[in-house]
């Protein structure tokens, strides 16, 4: 699999570590439930390019005992969540040094465990995972960290105390004392700047922070911002934060920053960095929109390619291009690797594909057949099922450029009833296209089918709704493989998309759409004039028009899209500038 990680091997802590990197998840490894998605997916990619480069990174999340949850889906497509199971001390080493947080007045106190990430050159990254499971503490509060994104607002700001105000207290304990930069991923991590200014009180021998201290923790701070989608920006009411951490915190929080009568983590993490970005040039545009007063940059998500590349384009790019996995951009040569050699490799990769998917749902799906995969996070501005608008269209495209067949697999979170509707919707199109195109839901998504997924797919299909995408790296990982993408402009594709020579786009003239259509109609419609006169042909008629089209996906995008390229952009403008 590559680079992935390993349990804990005893990193030296007294290390001193330059960057402390703070994610609500990380994707550590298959085994470890840490992680629901693309963000944690992202975390963990940057800290496995950040142990290839030997960067001084230590990095801090929370312990998941329930994971974020098992899917199960019934023959209508209802999801249902079941806790995962998994043993801790297999896989983690419990440190020794504890910290604490005040929470309602209670003492909580925190556990540490480890988890070093390795590299192909440099020294492991140490990954930190804090953990309230301790008999000292009360029973609500043992159970603070079970779930990722589980329980209400209430919980979730619990969570956070531990995760920003704990995860700094805990780095004190193991001896970081000198960090430059504490990186926070996404606004969950924010509260991690209020200790800092207590910190910055202190020791000044002073009570409450003053802007000095506000001044002392910007220069420290960095804060990634990773969706335009108001839901994705955690806000509390005031009341939680005095409730939670006493009138006096609340006091000071609102003297010092405008909270509009919440407390929102995004804006606190605008107000106390130096540095702030967006996720891709699109979404730095739109977030500079959203928060005009502050200034917002853009470092364009990436992947790590020995991560994601499967087992045939790994051993293709070894024999074509060695040194690829510490060198991502050395991929660039992909266009040199001779064309028949990259169908053979692909097409090990989708005979696994095929072989799991007919496995896990009977769908009785074809080697031959062209494949379309999609799968993410299932939420509504994604429109997972704008390919089934027209069942009619879709059965003509299969009669006349060539049979197709479709994966998919997401999650929708426990509580989103409408991301759960699309599940279901398309099982009801699956059912209604039988025996004209065929189509599969592999259930509970992770690690290993994205795996499967990215590598086997002849076309990775990506539908959201403009400008709601922030970045994607679903894309990005297929391009390390081969794969072309066929999206809609939106996100990083803005910027990977060459027509027809690394893929194909989605609605390009549905910025305004023809009166009387709106834009999933135009949308749709022009998925299926691609899929019908450019794409599917292509494959069946065109071969070696296709696989330039995969060695230019592997050469400019899996080259550019990666977390070597896009670690070396922080440390150049956040990190160390």
């Not at 090990?348 to 594909?353: D, G, S, V």
Request: glycine residues 8%; charged residues 20%; negative net charge.
């Amino acid at each position: 699999m590559g680079a992935v990680g390993c349990a804990a091997t005893g990193v030296n802590m007294a290390v001193e570590r330059s960057v402390a990197y703070f994610s609500m998840e990380i994707a550590l490894s298959p085994d470890l439930p840490t992680y629901s998605g693309g963000l944690g997916m992202l975390a963990g990619d940057t800290i496995r390019a950040a142990a290839d480069r030997g960067l001084p990174m230590v990095a801090v999340t929370l312990l998941y005992r329930k994971g974020y949850f098992f899917q199960q889906l019934d023959a209508g497509g209802g999801q249902s969540e079941q806790p995962v199971e998994w043993v801790v001390d297999d896989f983690l080493t419990e440190l020794p040094q504890r910290a604490s947080v005040i929470i309602e007045s209670r003492t909580v106190y925190i556990r540490a465990w480890q988890y070093d990430v390795g590299g192909t050159d440099g020294g492991p990254v140490p990954v930190i995972l804090l953990d309230t499971d301790l008999p000292e503490n009360s029973e609500w509060d043992r159970h603070l960290t079970d779930y990722l994104y589980g329980g209400d607002a209430w919980l979730r700001l619990c969570q956070e105390i531990v995760l920003g105000v704990g995860g700094v207290r805990l780095l004190r304990a193991l001896g970081h004392r000198q960090i430059k930069r504490f990186h926070m991923n996404e606004g969950h991590a924010s509260l991690l700047t209020l200790e800092l200014l207590h910190e910055e009180a202190k020791k000044a021998g002073r009570a409450a922070f003053n802007q000095a201290d506000v001044e002392a923790v910007r220069s420290l701070c960095v804060f990634t911002t990773h969706t335009p989608v108001p839901a994705g920006h955690d806000q509390f009411p005031l009341e939680f934060l005095s409730r939670a951490l006493g009138s006096g915190e609340l006091d000071a929080m609102k003297e010092a920053f405008c909270c509009e009568g919440l407390l929102n983590m995004t804006y606190l993490a605008l107000n106390l960095s130096h540095y702030v970005n967006g996720v891709a040039k699109k979404h730095a545009e739109v977030s500079q929109h959203m928060f005009a007063q502050y200034r917002i940059d853009a470092v364009t998500n990436g992947v790590h390619p020995a991560t994601w590349a499967c087992p045939s384009i790994q051993a293709l790019f070894d024999r074509h291009i060695p040194g690829w996995r510490s060198d991502s951009f050395m991929l660039r040569y992909a266009l040199s690797i001779p064309p028949l050699e990259v169908w053979d490799a692909h097409q090990q990769a989708k005979r696994r594909l095929i072989e799991h998917v007919n496995a896990q749902t009977n769908a009785g799906l074809d080697h031959d057949h062209f494949t379309v995969c999609f799968a993410r996070r299932v939420a509504t501005y994604k429109r997972a099922d704008l390919i089934f608008q027209d069942l009619r269209r879709l059965r003509e495209i299969a009669a006349k450029a060539g049979p197709f067949q479709i994966v998919y697999a997401g999650k929708a979170h426990p509580r989103d009833a409408e991301g759960k509707e699309i599940i279901k919707r398309i099982f009801q199109a699956r059912d209604a296209l039988r025996g004209q195109v065929k189509v599969a839901y592999l259930p509970n998504y992770d690690w290993e089918q994205a795996r499967l997924m990215v590598a086997g797919a002849d076309v990775w299909l990506n539908t959201p709704q403009p400008p709601l995408e922030a970045s994607g790296t679903s894309g990005m990982k297929a391009a390390v493989n081969g794969v072309p993408s066929l999206s809609t402009l939106d996100g990083w594709w803005i910027e990977g998309y060459i027509g027809d020579t690394t893929g194909w786009a989605i609605g390009e003239r549905c910025d305004l759409p023809p009166a009387g259509q709106d834009r999933a109609d135009c949308d749709a419609a022009s998925l299926y004039d691609q899929l019908e006169q450019v794409v599917i042909p292509a494959f069946y008629k065109n071969r070696g028009h296709y696989l330039d089209i995969m060695r230019h996906a592997m050469a400019l995008n899996g080259s550019f899209f990666n977390t070597h390229r896009m670690l070396l952009q922080y440390v150049l403008k956040a990190y160390f500038e």
